[in-house]
Antibody, heavy 119, light 113 residues
């Protein structure tokens, strides 16, 4: 059974760095074809893919945010991480992590974590 | 960049009725491997999105056969028959053909008339 859960600071100030953790079970990020992706959703708005990290360590970011995003993983502890630098109010959203397979897309999602950027 | 356009934005329905949601891409979603990586999701109120259909027409585990997907190239449709209360929410299409970038459609809200 695949499960994922996001954790983060809840609230942070503009210009700071947002750090999120995705803790998962039911799969290994060292297994061929497996990935974890980050997707966000501002309140009342649509979904935006942010970044993905794959079993082989390859990472890919949304070009619109590319330089601000860093994804990483700790395979032994079944965790994936997302860092977003220089946040502003536009980064206020619910952030999801999702189990990702190339041919199926995002097949299992976490419950999401709300992040508010405010001074 | 691939743009994904969903119509309509809002879709009123009566329980037991049938509806169709359109998703159009700005570029062909046929991959060089011959597959088309177009997927459909439902986000129920207050919940995370859930995968309904992958690769145009394949129902994900546990998805009832009231949901069906079709289409090719740049034009895709999600059909829901015999709509039930648990089908209400926002539907999104997603393309992953143009890997490594993944693009969602803007969403279609299915609500009661």
């Amino acid at each position: 059974q695949v499960t994922l859960k996001e954790s983060g600071p809840g609230i942070l100030q503009p210009s700071h760095t947002l750090s999120l953790t995705c803790s998962f079970s039911g799969f290994s990020l060292s297994t061929y074809g497996m990935g974890v992706s980050w997707i966000r959703q501002p309140s009342g708005k649509g979904l935006e893919w942010l970044a993905s990290i794959w079993w082989n360590g390859n990472t890919y970011n949304n070009p619109s945010l590319k330089s601000r995003l860093t994804v990483s993983k700790d395979t032994s502890n079944n965790q994936a991480f997302l860092k977003v630098t220089s946040v502003d109010t536009a980064d206020t959203a619910t952030y999801y992590c999702a189990h990702t397979r190339l041919k199926l897309g995002f097949d299992y999602w976490g419950q999401g974590v709300m992040v508010t950027v405010s001074s | 960049d691939v743009l994904m356009t969903q119509t309509p934005v809002s879709l009123p329905v009566s329980l037991g009725g049938q509806v169709s949601i359109s998703c159009r891409s700005s570029q062909s979603l046929v991959h060089s491997d011959g597959n088309t990586y177009l997927h459909w999701y439902l986000q129920k109120p207050g919940q995370s999105p859930q995968l309904l259909i992958y690769r145009v027409s394949n129902r994900f585990s546990g998805v009832p056969d009231r949901f069906s997907g079709s289409g090719s190239g740049t034009d895709f449709t999600l059909k829901i028959s015999r709509v039930e209360p648990e089908d209400l929410g926002v539907y999104y299409c997603l393309q992953s053909t143009h890997f490594p970038t993944w693009t969602f459609g803007g969403g279609t809200k299915l609500e009661l008339k």
